[in-house]
């Protein structure tokens, strides 16, 4: 049985549409990742689950039962807002209590339920605390706490470790999962972090402008992005330019700009029609040495940047095209292998290549985020 499902929702602020259309189903125990930018409907999915909105148009079912006019308190949903909506005359233990003492759990066994949900979220030594007392990334775990402690079988977390330092960060996204898992929660969780999401979710669901542009296993998503702004949302990943020069029965020679010319496997293309070609950063290799006549898709270009970023180092190389290209490698094979105005080729494997229809607005605007 679906725990929520929505059936062309719309939702409008004056003349901004923030959610279009939208239908979706999430499944019990089910835990979901929402992705977009600022503006892409969001927040708005998750208020209007919440029932603290109500849709302009369309329906939302909570268990089966249309919850349209169903306030907020009658939905057996918590809704952990971005900025944490706790009460300041309340100590920390009091402010998670608060839940379990509105279900009717007697006060001995709600503030056990809060200690234990503050020791989880490392906070158990600020019980006596008020929350004007604590820091942001702490106010951010009080909020935390007592959404998980309110009961609810629904959980709608709306950027719930944005303001976490990163290791507290990484150990509670494993532990956010774990015990919702346990518990039998359907989560729905808004963050901006692409890898936090892909970790800790079962589907990711990619908005935009207030409708769905992929929805969908992690790996799927990420390795078979619909579109060019899901595989510029979701990772890093290069992009070309280009039209097509000519084809076969086994794929297609693709023109880029000042001559360069790319082999793709794709056959779905007509000779003249322009196109995108998409590789990810970590697909994108770099190699020494000298180009021989058979080899294709080797492109030549000069090391302009490494940047380290502990397990990875990301090298930027300019192509002789004029191209910005970025390759991503594992420290441990990539630390100093190279040197800035270094002459290198950048391999880019058939297998690796995925190609779509050129944007009409153009490509700088489809990668466009805000």
Request: net charge positive; with cysteine.
């Amino acid at each position: 049985m679906p725990s929520i499902r929505l059936v062309n929702v719309t939702k409008k602020f004056g003349g901004i549409t923030a959610i279009k259309k939208l239908s979706l189903t999430i499944n019990d125990c089910e835990y979901v990742c929402v992705l977009g930018p600022s503006g892409s409907g969001k927040t708005t999915l998750l208020r209007l689950i919440a029932g603290i909105i109500k849709p302009d148009e369309g329906e939302i079912y909570i268990n089966n039962k249309l919850v349209n006019d169903v306030p907020p308190q009658e939905r057996n949903v918590a809704y952990v807002p971005q900025y944490y909506a706790l009460f300041p005359h309340l100590t920390v233990i009091d402010n998670v209590a608060f839940g379990p003492l509105s279900r009717g759990l007697r006060r001995e066994e709600a503030y056990k339920v809060g200690m234990h949900m503050l020791e989880m979220t490392r906070l158990a030594w600020r019980a006596e605390s008020l929350p004007y007392e604590l820091s942001g990334g702490m106010q951010q775990r009080l909020a935390l706490a007592r959404g998980l402690a309110c009961g609810a079988k629904i959980l709608l977390l709306d950027e719930p470790l944005g303001a976490l330092d990163a290791r507290l960060r990484v150990e509670l996204r494993f532990r956010l999962r774990e015990i919702a898992k346990e518990n039998g929660l359907t989560v729905i969780h808004v963050t901006h972090d692409q890898e936090e999401a892909i970790v800790v979710a079962d589907r990711l669901i990619v908005l935009r402008g207030g409708e769905i542009q992929q929805e969908g296993p992690p790996s799927q998503v990420y390795n078979e992005p619909k579109n060019i702004f899901v595989a510029h949302f979701v990772g890093g990943a290069n992009f070309f330019e280009g039209f097509i020069a000519e084809t076969d029965p086994h794929g297609s020679w693709v023109q880029l700009r000042n001559g360069f010319i790319l082999r793709v496997n794709e056959t779905r293309w007509k000779v003249g029609e322009k196109i995108v070609i998409m590789i990810r950063e970590e697909k994108t290799e770099i190699i020494k040495g000298i180009k021989r006549r058979e080899d294709i898709n080797l492109l030549p270009g000069t090391i302009k940047e490494a940047s380290f970023l502990g397990d990875f180092v990301i090298y930027g190389i300019l192509l002789d095209n004029g191209d910005n290209v970025n390759s991503k490698m594992p420290t441990l094979l990539g630390i100093g292998k190279f040197k800035i105005g270094e002459r290198v080729y950048v391999r880019l494997r058939t297998e690796y290549l995925r190609a779509y229809p050129y944007p009409p607005q153009g490509l700088y605007q489809e990668l466009k985020v805000m």
